[in-house]
Nanobody, 121 residues
């Protein structure tokens, strides 16, 4: 069982930055990707970015390109999401997940509990 714990959420003004962290309990061969998703109130959970923890390859959603950067530190089993230029529409609960990769919920088997990000205008 892979466990994930997010941190780093909070309240920030529009234009500000936050860095989310997610500690993953173990790396497994069937979960080569660590991803970030977000879910705003009344909306579906949507893909933000994902990274292959072996080679470091990334995929980023169009809504996040140019503002958000995903990275990982293998020595710490941690995946990060650096968010710059935050907008009120980025307000959501952000979840990290471990799975086979891709940009849908079904591609990820294990999930964290989420961390709230609120961007004020």
């Amino acid at each position: 069982q892979v466990q994930l714990v997010e941190s780093g959420g909070g309240l920030v003004q529009a234009g500000g930055s936050l860095r989310l962290s997610c500690v993953v309990s173990q790396r497994t061969v069937d979960t080569p990707f660590w991803g970030w998703f977000r879910q705003a109130p009344g909306k579906e959970r949507e893909f933000v970015a994902t990274i292959n923890w072996t080679g470091g390859g990334t995929i980023t959603a169009d809504s996040a390109k140019g503002r958000f950067t995903i990275s990982r530190d293998i020595t710490k089993n941690t995946v990060y999401l650096q968010m710059n230029g935050l907008k009120p529409e980025d307000t959501a609960v952000y979840f990290c997940a471990a799975g086979r990769g891709g940009n849908t919920r079904n591609d990820y088997r294990y999930w964290g509990q989420g961390t709230q990000v609120t961007v004020s205008s």
